[in-house]
């Protein structure tokens, strides 16, 4: 089991940054992947970002391109969002998760452990 924890949301306002941190616990050694998911009200969830645990490799939806980076640090199995630039149609319970198996495509793959979300919400 890998255990997830997010930190770091909060309401601020358009044009403003935040980071996102998850810290994993537990059996991190067989993390494949961290992903970013998000989830506004009446909404689906929808992937945001991901990054392979091994060799760093990214990848976002595209509405967030060019805004937000994520990022790991392997040492406190930790992975970060970095928001930039944040619009209202940013609001949304993010959600952290980690994937334990191979994935070609991380952005469509199923994800085994989440985290219980931290709000973001950007005012106009």
């Known amino acids: 089991q890998v255990q997830l924890v997010e930190s770091g949301g909060g309401l601020v306002q358009a044009g403003d940054s935040l980071r996102l941190s998850c810290a994993a616990s537990g059996r991190t050694f067989s993390m494949y992947a961290m992903g970013w998911f998000r989830q506004a009200p009446g909404k689906e969830r929808e992937f945001v970002a991901a990054i392979s645990w091994s060799t760093g490799t990214t990848y976002y939806t595209e509405q967030v391109k060019g805004r937000f980076t994520i990022s790991r640090d392997n040492a406190k199995n930790t992975v970060y969002l970095q928001m930039n630039s944040l619009k209202p149609e940013d609001t949304a319970v993010y959600y952290c998760?980690?994937?334990?198996?191979?994935?070609?495509?991380?952005?469509?793959?199923?994800?085994?452990?989440w985290g219980q979300g931290t709000q973001v919400t950007v005012s106009s």
């Open positions: 998760a980690a994937r334990n198996r191979y994935s070609a495509y991380l952005p469509r793959a199923s994800y085994d452990y």
